[in-house]
């Protein structure tokens, strides 16, 4: 339970990082926004993610892994279209980048993040 608690804490953080980011286009309202979509990416990502991965397993062996990142953006995409005061600017540009930095920022903050057993 504390891992998930932790994870959450982590990939809000990470949300905020990115609607920081002015290229990216990502755009959060608040911190009680953050924290709603990364609780509701975090579902998505854990409920859709695999559902999309076995469909899309296919194209995902032909690109080597890299049609997984289309598979990630999608979960982000439906993230910023169910919570109120998550917005993409660019659209499927903003859902790819954001994913992928989304991605590499919370794998570096939970680099200094002790494991919990």
Known sequence: MTNILVTWFVTTISFLIISRIPFLGIEIDSIKKAVIAAAVFGILNSILT???????LPFI????????????????????????????????????????????????????????I
Do not use: K
């Open 61 to 116: 062996i032909i690109t080597l892994g890299l049609f997984f990142f289309i598979v990630n953006s999608v979960a982000f995409s439906l993230a910023a279209t169910l919570v109120n005061g998550f917005r993409l600017r660019y659209g499927f540009w903003s859902s790819a980048m954001g994913s992928l930095a989304l991605a590499v920022i919370n794998s570096i903050l939970l680099m200094f993040v002790p494991p919990f």
């Open 50 to 56: 695999p559902i999309l991965t076995i469909f899309a």
